[in-house]
Structure formats: structure tokens, C-alpha cells
């Protein structure tokens, strides 16, 4: 979602790309049907659908939301930014964004969900020099003036401007930004008794009644209603992706806004829907409380937020692979390839790990382990369950800081046989030859060099000059050391064999199954 159609590409978040087939039961059906019948001619009173002893209880109104709306309106801000179009990044994004409609689903999201353009958003030619304006929302957490928006709402921005509800306007600053979870904290300086909400301490129950309240369209102080519709929900924007999706009607200019539970505490930050036309479909994206609170804590104290780091490439652990492996469950995060240097490659983690809890918590896939770790402060201590070559095994280490420039692998977006190599005998229709007899290819494993089309390895996506480095766990250097353990692995009664392939790309495991 993006509040302001000229933000950043390069900080783009990448929201799901519209898709009308997931939407075939969206109905305008938002009205009350009433029976209507002429008087008299009812052949039961209006009294006789209702038992006596539910009579009071019927006649009772129902409570509205309006406790709630009066207690945590005040809080809730609209925030409004100026970036000047001349600057060479606003510019090309701009380019970008408005010459084409293929660009990330991200582009897509802000073109729907963003902020709005001078003049409108009705195809005027745009003007060379002029300064674009945006508004989102966002909310005080502090009494001295500290408020929660997304990163996307205030990136790139000249100035911050932000209105209460009661129409006073202050300046704001930005105190941090953290792209990575598209959260914001920015600052009003000058009083210290501004109304402020807090993050609630519990998760919420698919099912809860949510209350969201923000600045839709330019209209502050908009209040819905609805139910937490899910959670957990990864949208493609990263390895750290964990929304609540509610059906609360959020739209333009919602985002940065806060979502309420009943008692009057924040559950989520209003960060994305999902629209193939434009408008609210019900389906809204939150960054949890638990997630905005560490990362709040962090921007507040040192303006950046820091993670842990372990220093491995994984992915997740499919059926095929738990097979290969002897493990009794395809859950865990098997490791690729430790990078020289880590954390983890320091503690002894090798590729062929899989890594099946933290701290005793279990690890669900790369992305559970992704999010586990990025919750921790580098340096912390943490103890790994290891599974290796059918052993368990507890590895502990310190966390290393996550350097700005690296993306934490393991985004769960794995598709197994898709551009990976796999094993290589007749039977799997691949042609081998050794690594040493194929210039440029290197001294260790064995190079693919024909592949069968119609073969189980074609299926899973080998490519002619991927190098399988070792099978079943053992390095190999030429084909019979690559039949002699894929005959081990069938005798054994196993279903698959476990490659590990190196590939123009990177070097990744992959399941074959023995035909």
C-alpha cells in the first residue's frame, strides 16, 4: 500500500497484485432487507416470532462503538507531506509509475491505494516543477507528541504536517523510518499533553470485533468497524511479512492509521488492502501490535532499527525433503548456504541443517525462522536445534547485526524444482560429466550437461550447466559416486534423494524423487 503515489520504488513494498478470481464473491449486498406485509393481513403478530422471555432482551438496543470512538478518536491524526518533484529519485519514480501498469504489484497498491496527485488522478500531464502533496494517518502513542505512521506515508518527505481531530495543525519531524516493516515514528514538539493511545499486549482472536479510524480521501476522523478476518498473512512484501487482516473498510489515505480491539487499544497499523478496482473489498492489511512495538522502541531510542542476524541462506523444508532426510515432519528451515564469516557459519552450521527451533521454539519454515531472529538484538545468545544426517543436535551463538544492504533470505517463495538443479543418473534423465572436465566450472561436484525434457529432473526444473555438489549428504565427483549414492538412498526405502546444486544463481537443496 502506498499513501502517496510518487514515493519511493526502491523502498516499494510489494503488496499482492489485484486478482479479480480471488474476488468472486464480492457483492454490493450492505443493505437491510426488511419483509414488508398489509396491515391485517399478517396471520401472526409482530409479538408472536419472539419467546416472553426473550422479549426485553430484544427491545434492548444493541451498544454501538460509541464509548470507544469518543475515547480513542482524539489521538488519531491526519498527516499530510509535501516532496518537491524536482529531486532526480521523485522524478523517475514518477516516470515509472504513471507511464506503465506493469511495475510491482506494489505500484499497482499505491496507484489504488496512494495519495493523491495535484489536480487529481485523472491523467493531466504532469507539470515539471511542482511540489507533490500526500495524506495519510497515523496516531500519538506519547503524551509529548510521538506518533506512529508507515514508512511509505512520510518517505521522502520536505515537510510533515499533522491535524488533530479537532483541526489544530502542527509541524512534525521524522524521528526514524524502517522500511522493512513500512513503519514510521515522527514527533510534534511544543506540548506535553496530547490524548495518545497504546499498543495492545494481546494478539487478537480471528473474530474480534476491530474499530478503525483514520484520514480516507482527505476525510479525517473517518471511523469503521469490522472483525479480524485472519492473521499471519504474508503478502510478498519480505521475509518479515506477519499481517492481521481485517474487514474494516479502509481506503486512501488510511494508511498509517491505527486499528482498535474494544477496549480501546491498538492491534495493527493500517498498511494495505487488497483492490482490483481501487476501493475497499474488505480485505485490509495490518502490521501487528507486537511488531510495531519493537520496532517503535528502536526508532525512539536510536532512530534505526537493528536485527539479529545468523548469516544463512535457507529455504523450507518440503515433504519431499523431510523425506530425503529422515525427518518425521516437513517443518524447519534447511540451510543452503552459511555465509563466510557468520554467526552461524562461525558456530559450525553447514549447508544440508535444518533448523527446527530457537530458543525451544519450534520453527515452522525459513520465514517463521526469518522472523524469529529479526525480533532478537544482535549479540543476543540463542540455541539452535539442529537436525544433520539424521541426528539432533544443539548449536548456541551470538547474533550478528543485520547490515543495511543485505536482505534476509528464506522469503517462504520457494517453488522446489523451479530453476534448481537436481541428481543425475539415466533414470533422471540427466547427462553428467565432472566438474574438473568442464571449463569454468570448478573443481567440485559434477556438471548437468543434457537433460531430458520429458525426464523427473526436466519436472523439477534442472538446467544444462547447474553442478550437483553432493547427494544424500556426500559430496560427489563424478557419476558413480552420483549412482552409487542414489542406490543407497533407494535401498534405504527412501521415497527422495536430497541435491545440492549450485546454480548461476545460488547454490540451493533440492528433493528428487527415485522413480
Known amino acids: 500500500m502506498n499513501d502517496r503515489v510518487n514515493s519511493d520504488t526502491t523502498t516499494s513494498r510489494k503488496i499482492l497484485r489485484p486478482r479479480r478470481l480471488a474476488l468472486l464473491g464480492t457483492v454490493a449486498a450492505l443493505g437491510v432487507a426488511a419483509l414488508s406485509m398489509a396491515p391485517g393481513s399478517a396471520p401472526f403478530g409482530t409479538n408472536s416470532f419472539i419467546a416472553p422471555a426473550h422479549a426485553a432482551e430484544a427491545a434492548v438496543t444493541p451498544p454501538g462503538f460509541g464509548d470507544l470512538v469518543s475515547k480513542v478518536k482524539p489521538a488519531v491524526i491526519s498527516v499530510r507531506v509535501k516532496i518537491d518533484q524536482d529531486s532526480d529519485k521523485t522524478a523517475m519514480l514518477q516516470q515509472n509509475r504513471m507511464d506503465s501498469d506493469e511495475n510491482t504489484p506494489f505500484d499497482q497498491f499505491s496507484r489504488q491505494f496512494g495519495f493523491r496527485f495535484p489536480g487529481g488522478m485523472n491523467g493531466m500531464p504532469r507539470q515539471r516543477h511542482q511540489v507533490i502533496t500526500g495524506e495519510g494517518s497515523g496516531f500519538f502513542i506519547s503524551a509529548d507528541g510521538y506518533a506512529v505512521t508507515n514508512n511509505h506515508v512520510v518517505d521522502h518527505a520536505e515537510s510533515v504536517q499533522v491535524t488533530m481531530d479537532d483541526g489544530t495543525t502542527y509541524t512534525a519531524k521524522v524521528v526514524g523510518t524502517d522500511p522493512k516493516t513500512d513503519l514510521a515514528l515522527i514527533k510534534v514538539d511544543g506540548k506535553k499533553d496530547f490524548p495518545f493511545v497504546k499498543f495492545s499486549d494481546q494478539k487478537p482472536r480471528i473474530g474480534d470485533w476491530v474499530v478503525a479510524v483514520g484520514n480516507p480521501f482527505g476525510l ?156 532478537l538484538a544482535p549479540g543476543t545468545s540463542v540455541k539452535l536445534d539442529v537436525f544433520r544426517k539424521g541426528d539432533s543436535k544443539t548449536v548456541t551463538l551470538a547474533l550478528g547485526e543485520l547490515p543495511n544492504e543485505r536482505q534476509a533470505k528464506g522469503n517462504g517463495n520457494s517453488d522446489e524444482g523451479k530453476g534448481q538443479p537436481n541428481a543425475g543418473t539415466p533414470r533422471l534423465g540427466l547427462s553428467l560429466a565432472p566438474a574438473g572436465d568442464v571449463q569454468g566450472a570448478g573443481q567440485k561436484g559434477v556438471v548437468v550437461t543434457e537433460v531430458d525434457p520429458q525426464g523427473p529432473a526436466a519436472q523439477r526444473g534442472i538446467q544444462t550447466g547447474d553442478v550437483i555438489l553432493n547427494v544424500g549428504g556426500k559430496a560427489v565427483a563424478n557419476v558413480g559416486d552420483v549412482r552409487s549414492e542414489l542406490a543407497q538412498a533407494k535401498s534405504s526405502g527412501k521415497r527422495s534423494v536430497l541435491l545440492q546444486v549450485r546454480s548461476a544463481e545460488a547454490t540451493r537443496f533440492v528433493a528428487v524423487p527415485l522413480a
Open 220 to 375: 479525517g476522523g473517518t471511523v469503521t468497524a469490522g472483525i479480524v478476518s485472519a492473521s499471519g498473512r504474508d503478502i510478498g512484501n519480505g521475509p518479515y511479512d506477519d499481517f492481521i487482516q481485517i474487514d474494516a473498510p479502509i481506503n486512501k489515505g488510511n494508511s498509517g492509521g491505527p486499528a482498535f480491539d474494544m477496549n480501546g487499544n491498538v492491534i495493527g497499523v493500517n498498511t494495505a488492502i487488497f483492490s482490483p478496482s481501487g476501493g475497499s473489498v474488505g480485505i485490509g492489511f495490518d502490521i501487528p501490535a507486537s511488531t510495531a512495538k519493537l520496532v517503535v522502541a528502536q526508532l525512539k531510542d536510536k532512530g534505526v532499527v537493528t536485527r539479529g542476524w545468523l548469516g544463512v541462506q535457507v529455504q523450507p523444508v518440503t515433504s519431499d525433503i523431510a523425506d530425503s532426510l529422515g525427518l518425521k515432519e516437513a517443518r524447519g528451515a534447511i540451510v543452503d548456504n552459511p555465509q563466510d564469516g557468520s554467526p552461524a557459519a562461525k558456530a559450525g552450521i553447514e549447508a544440508g541443517d535444518v533448523i527446527t527451533a530457537v530458543n525451544g521454539t519450534t520453527i515452522k519454515d525459513s520465514r517463521d525462522l526469518a522472523r524469529t531472529i529479526a525480533t
